[in-house]
């Protein structure tokens, strides 16, 4: 049923026409899952080289969204994201590779610690490996390499599937990476061939597809893998893209060798950088150079592994989030504490621990109360601190530099004299927002003025500051 037959259908409303794949979902049930993007009557007929699937019609009525489905996430304002309805969306995500391969419990503490989490995103395999803890699998037949690549298992997707309408209904994006390429052999899933390469995107596309809260990531360190050239990839990026109606957003992610990603079937860039203050300032020129949002999807971890890359203290990570806003680009968490108890959350989920999280939340905040169109940077070759929008919008982070005072001076781009503007100080980690009292005004090009106390904001000399200025009346 997954090879020799073919069912799709072709849903219409008023004079737009949308062709949807079906899938085999095992005991003798086919399956087509409709996403409408728009509200009123829909009819639909299928087609299939089975009579018995052939000509079937019939209609629907697509009602308004409720309160909170803003739709499928896609890019927005060249570096940014917002929802189907152009509401902003500002990703703060998180990773938790296997957590659906976990036992029932550890699934719901899992799916629990997201929900109450500041994440809005996550990224999880689809496809598990050897060591993932997973007693169900995506093709018919057992481990280690006894599968049969043309049957795909339904209660693997199903159970799979389960988990992101859970978290679709939490508001949690999911971007979902479709192929693991650190099997190195043992399962055989790294080296399936084209065709079963090809069908599997298929069939994840056709069933995840209609989740309005999918992304697609092609794999995690892509270029680790052995058997895929970077041709098999190009092909699998568009054989996504050609299975899916509703164009979610797509990617990849690298480790040592970055992907092309000015090429056009990807939307956004998926990276592994951070590591140090001065990568974000490579953040930018990517920006630059794909006109395209980036997303530091790894940019090492907290815990207390011995490995460089899972060490991190809660303040280094919250410090990566906000050099990220500042260079425009969006940041991802992952959490590697682990013990004789616990597991690392970046692997297996469960609980989340650490000092980051509530600080990553705050940041979300302040974001998504600032400019609709996101923030960008300012003047980014003289002036580090500073993102916004000018002449309206700036947040300046001081990160490890300890001021006692900071003395009102913008980027001179889209300043004019008599603007006035509020400030606050902002900390960080301690997370407060402070007004300062009164407004600073220009007064001609290069000078401020703050009643008869001189443009000067005082600090408190400690690291992990910032402020927020807005334009006032």
């Not at 998180?94 to 391969?101: A, D, L």
């Not at 509703?246 to 990617?251: D, I, K």
Request: hydrophobic fraction near 35%; charge should be negative; aromatic fraction near 14%.
């Amino acid at each position: 049923p997954f090879v020799e037959v073919t069912l799709t259908a072709t849903f219409v409303h008023a004079d737009k026409s949308t062709e949807v794949a079906g899938f085999y979902d095992g005991e003798g049930t086919y399956r087509v899952r409709f996403m409408p993007g728009e509200e009123g009557a829909w009819t639909y007929v299928t087609h299939s080289n089975s009579a018995a699937l052939e000509g079937k019609t019939g209609s629907l009525l697509c009602a308004k969204a409720p309160a909170g489905d803003h739709g499928p996430v896609g890019v927005a304002h060249t570096f940014h994201f917002a929802y189907a309805d152009g509401t902003p969306c500002v990703p703060m995500g998180t990773t938790s590779y296997y957590w659906v391969f976990q036992p029932e419990k550890m699934q719901e503490q899992t799916l629990a610690t997201l929900k109450a989490s500041p994440f809005n995103k996550v990224r999880m395999f689809v496809m598990p490996t050897a060591d993932a803890g997973a007693t169900v699998y995506p093709f018919a037949g057992t481990p280690p390499k006894g599968w049969d690549f043309t049957r795909f298992n339904p209660a693997f997707f199903q159970e799979i599937e389960k988990r992101v309408g859970e978290l679709r209904d939490a508001g949690i994006e999911v971007d979902l990476i479709l192929f693991n390429v650190y099997d190195k052999g043992r399962w055989g899933y790294d080296a399936m061939g084209a065709a079963n390469d090809d069908r599997y995107a298929r069939y994840v596309v056709a069933r995840l597809g209609a989740y309005r809260n999918v992304w697609w990531s092609l794999a995690n360190e892509f270029d680790l893998g052995k058997t895929r050239t970077d041709g098999d990839w190009d092909r699998l990026f568009q054989v996504v893209q050609a299975s899916d109606p509703y164009g979610h957003l797509r990617s990849i992610h690298h480790s040592m060798r970055l992907y092309d990603y000015g090429k056009p079937w990807v939307t956004h860039a998926s990276l592994q950088n951070g590591s140090a203050v001065e990568d974000f300032g490579r953040a930018e020129l990517y920006r630059d150079v794909w006109n395209k949002p980036v997303v530091l999807d790894e940019v090492k971890y907290e815990g207390n592994l011995e490995q460089r890359w899972g060490h991190l203290t809660g303040e280094e990570m919250v410090e990566r989030f906000w050099q990220g806003a500042i260079a425009g680009v969006y940041v991802g968490h992952g959490g590697s504490y682990k013990d004789a108890e616990h597991e690392a959350w970046i692997n297996k989920g469960g609980a989340l621990r650490g000092t980051s999280p509530p600080r990553i939340g705050f940041l979300r905040g302040i974001l998504e109360a600032g400019p609709a169109e996101g923030i960008d940077p300012i003047d980014k070759w003289q002036d580090v601190h500073t993102a916004g929008k000018a002449g309206s919008y700036y947040l300046i982070y001081f990160g490890r530099e300890t001021p006692e005072s900071w003395t009102f001076e913008l980027p001179k781009a889209g300043l004019k004299a008599g603007m006035k503007f509020k400030v606050e100080v902002i900390d960080t980690w301690g997370m407060t927002v402070t007004p300062v009292e009164g407004q600073f005004e220009i007064v001609a090009e290069g000078k401020y003025r703050y009643g008869a106390k001189g443009a000067v904001v005082k600090l408190p000399g400690r690291k992990w500051m910032g402020l927020r200025i807005v334009r006032g009346e």
